[in-house]
């Protein structure tokens, strides 16, 4: 099941020409109860567009924010943006500890809340916040709908570091695949456990 109204976004947050399709590209919110959108409708009078079709709560819940034949300038890259489909993922990323206080402080200075935390050293960082299943069968389910609709290659990369000649590839992409500067997704995603469930039709 997909939300199509409690997030959608005004056309003004995205470009409403359509284009063909090449990759999915899957990246995370940074943040936790739905802030992303939030914001995404106040900044620059309600004319941002650096905005993604698709999120995907903790729950699993999918929200569509707009037509995924349209595009926005998520990427800010003029043509990776007109023919990809961007999916978030909604997690808080990247985490700091404060040994002093005995808890994890998120990438906007918020006190991380969640229970687990995964260890290990990737992009300068340590900690990180966990995805949850619910989030990884979702998105499992998107992409193959996704990729069924628009004729998109269902060929997922199967590690999170910078690959070159990005816009040769045809299929699922972490927005960590582009520069090495991005985190998302992070070390807490099974990327060959997803890449597996999604060739091996296990979903």
């Not at 056309?11 to 590209?25: Q, V």
């Not at 995907?56 to 998520?74: A, L």
């Not at 900690?127 to 998105?139: G, I």
Request: with cysteine.
């Amino acid at each position: 099941m997909i939300d199509t109204n409690t997030y959608l976004l005004s056309k003004n947050n995205y470009n409403s020409i359509e284009s063909s399709k090449k990759y999915i590209i899957i990246a995370h919110t940074f943040n936790n109860n739905m802030k992303h959108v939030i914001g995404w409708k106040h900044r620059l009078n309600g004319n941002y567009k650096k905005t993604a079709p698709f999120s995907i709560d903790t729950n699993g819940v999918i929200y569509n924010h707009f037509d995924p034949k349209y595009h926005s300038e998520f990427l800010n890259n003029k043509e990776l943006d007109k023919n990809s489909i961007v999916i978030l993922i909604e997690n808080d990323g990247w985490l700091i500890k404060d040994d002093e206080k005995n808890l994890f402080i998120g990438c906007f200075g918020d006190i991380y809340r969640g229970e687990d935390v995964i260890e290990k050293r990737w992009r300068g960082y340590n900690y990180w916040a966990p995805y949850t299943e619910k989030q990884v069968e979702s998105t499992i389910n998107l992409v193959k709908k996704l990729c069924t609709e628009f004729s998109i290659p269902m060929i997922p990369i199967s590690h999170n570091t910078k690959i070159s000649d990005v816009l040769k590839f045809e299929g699922i992409l972490y927005r960590s695949n582009l520069e090495n500067q991005y985190t998302d997704l992070s070390p807490s995603w099974d990327f060959l456990e997803f890449k597996n469930k999604l060739e091996n039709k296990l979903y």
